[in-house]
C-alpha cells in the first residue's frame, strides 16, 4: 500500500489537534483514501509533554522538516508571516505539497506563494485558515463551481460574535472582552479579532476563491465593534435587527466590495441566529441561490479537520502523480479577473445612525431636512422623551438604501450642527435578499 510521508511544524493548539486526529483515526483515513498517511517528522519550538510522539523524528527547528528528502507534505501550523513564509516558499523550491491554516499568511503573501507553487507543480492547500471546521474553501471551490458567485457575507471571527452575542444581555463591551481573554477565546492582545484585522484576512480569501481575484487584503475595508454599546444593540433588536460583526464581499460593475463591519441584520435571517464563538458564511450563487455553512471556526480538533482534508489531498496527489489539480483559488489563472476592490464611498446599504442631540424643539426637523438634501430618505425614527439626561437626547433612525458617500456628506454636516453633540454613530444593515 502507498505511503505518503506528512511533516508537520508547529504543535501548537492545532498541530496538536491534527496530529491526534490523524493517530486517532488513522485507519478511518486509510480505507476513505486507500493510502497510508504516515507523520514521518514534527517540528515544534516547544515540546509538548502531552503528546506522545513515540519515535517519531523530532525537532525544535521546522527547517529539517522541509529539508527531509522522505517528507512529501509539509504542514504549517506555526503562524505568522516571515518564518512561514520562508518555511512554505522553500518547501514548494523543495518540491513539497503544502497545508497551511495560516490564514494571515495566504491573504497577504498567497500571490507571491501560489505564483511559486505553480512552477513547481505543487499544490497549496489553505481550507482550516478560512473559519476553521467548515469546509467552506471547498464548496466555494469545488461544489459551487457552477455558479456565478454573487456576494459572500459571514460570521467568521467567533470572538467578535461571543462579545456582540454577550452584549445583547446589556453588558459592557470592555467587561465581555475581559471574559473572552479569560476563557482563551481572544488573545492579549485581541486587536485583530475585535478590529476587523482576523475577518478581512478570511474575506479576503473569500473573495478571490469566489469571484477568481487575485488577493487583495490591503485594499479591505476594516471596522470593528469596540464602538458598539448595549444602548445600540437593544435598539437594533426594537427595530427589528441584530447587530453581528460581518465580512461582507460583493460583485458590483465595475469592481468588487470587500469590507468588515458591524452590520445590522434582520432577526429573521438564519445568520442573525448564530451566537457564541460560532461561525456562518452566506454564498450566494446564480445558480444555486443562497447557501449557509455554519459552525466551528476555531478549536484544535475543528480545525484539525480541515487540516488534515487539505493533506488528504495533497496525499492523493502524491499517491496518484497526477496533474489534475483544483487551483489554488477555484480558477484558472488565465481565466482570473482584474476587478479593482471599490471604495467604501461606492458601497449601497441602508444605515442604523445613533444622533445626541440637545433636547430643543425642531431638532428633529433640522436632522430630517439635512437627510432629505443629501437624498436620503428615512425609513424609521425612534425618540424617547424618557431617556433625556443633561439635556441631551438619543434619536435613532433607520434610512433607506442609499451610497455610502451621501451618507459621509450628510453626517458631516449633521455633526456640524450646534443642535448635536460629538460623532453620529452610524451601522450599516443588510437584507441578503440579493
Not at 82 to 96: P, Q, Y
Not at 123 to 146: Q, S, W
Not at 400 to 416: F, K
Request: proline letters at 4%.
Amino acid at each position: 500500500m502507498k505511503e505518503v510521508n506528512v511533516g508537520i511544524c508547529g504543535l501548537g493548539t492545532v498541530g496538536g489537534g491534527t496530529f491526534n486526529v490523524l493517530e486517532r483515526n488513522a485507519k478511518l483515513i486509510t480505507g476513505r483514501t486507500g493510502f497510508n498517511i504516515r507523520v514521518a517528522r514534527v517540528a515544534t519550538r516547544t515540546p509538548r509533554s502531552d503528546i506522545d510522539l513515540g519515535d517519531i523524528p523530532f525537532s525544535t527547528d521546522v527547517f529539517d522538516v522541509v529539508n527531509d528528502p522522505s517528507i512529501d507534505v509539509v504542514v504549517e501550523l506555526i503562524g505568522g508571516y516571515d518564518t512561514a513564509l520562508k518555511l512554505v516558499l522553500s518547501a514548494i523550491e523543495n518540491g513539497k505539497h503544502v497545508v497551511t491554516a495560516n490564514k494571515a499568511l495566504i491573504a497577504v503573501h498567497g500571490n507571491e506563494i501560489f505564483k511559486a507553487a505553480a512552477k513547481k507543480n505543487v499544490i497549496v492547500a489553505y481550507e482550516a485558515g478560512v473559519a476553521g471546521g467548515i469546509p467552506v474553501i471547498k464548496a466555494v471551490r469545488e461544489g459551487l463551481a457552477a455558479n456565478r458567485i454573487d456576494w459572500i457575507a459571514g460570521i467568521i471571527n467567533g470572538t467578535g460574535n461571543y462579545i456582540l452575542t454577550e452584549m445583547r444581555a446589556g453588558r459592557e463591551f470592555a467587561e465581555v472582552l475581559k471574559e473572552a481573554q479569560d476563557l482563551g477565546y481572544a488573545e492579549a492582545d485581541p486587536t485583530f479579532d475585535v478590529e476587523g484585522i482576523d475577518a478581512a484576512h478570511k474575506l479576503t480569501i473569500l473573495a478571490s476563491a469566489g469571484f477568481g481575484v487575485p488577493l487583495q487584503f490591503e485594499k479591505a475595508y476594516t471596522e470593528g465593534i469596540s464602538e458598539i454599546t448595549p444602548y445600540d444593540i437593544a435598539h437594533a433588536e426594537v427595530l427589528g435587527y441584530r447587530i453581528k460583526h460581518l465580512g461582507i464581499a460583493r460583485r458590483r460593475e465595475g469592481g468588487i466590495e470587500l469590507r468588515v463591519h458591524p452590520t445590522l441584520v434582520p432577526r429573521s435571517h438564519l445568520i442573525a441566529q448564530v451566537d457564541g464563538v460560532l461561525n456562518a458564511i452566506l454564498v450566494d450563487g446564480d445558480a444555486v441561490g443562497q447557501t449557509l455553512y455554519y459552525g466551528p471556526g476555531a478549536g484544535d480538533e475543528a480545525t484539525a479537520s480541515a487540516v488534515i482534508a487539505d493533506i488528504i489531498d495533497a496525499a492523493r496527489a502524491v499517491a496518484s502523480s497526477s496533474n489534475q489539480r483544483v487551483p489554488y483559488l477555484g480558477f484558472d489563472p488565465e481565466a482570473m479577473e482584474d476587478l479593482p476592490v471599490l471604495p467604501m464611498e461606492d458601497i449601497q446599504s441602508a444605515y442604523y445612525l445613533r444622533i445626541t442631540a440637545l433636547d430643543h424643539p425642531g431638532v428633529l426637523a433640522k436632522i430630517a431636512s439635512v437627510l432629505s438634501e443629501h437624498g436620503i430618505n428615512i425609513e424609521s425614527i425612534m425618540q424617547k422623551e424618557s431617556e433625556v439626561k443633561d439635556g441631551r437626547i438619543p434619536v435613532i433612525i433607520l434610512t433607506h438604501t442609499v451610497q455610502e458617500r451621501q451618507i459621509n456628506r450628510a453626517l458631516e454636516e449633521l455633526e456640524a450642527l450646534s443642535d448635536i453633540d460629538g460623532r453620529v454613530v452610524r451601522i450599516r444593515a443588510e437584507n441578503f435578499n440579493g
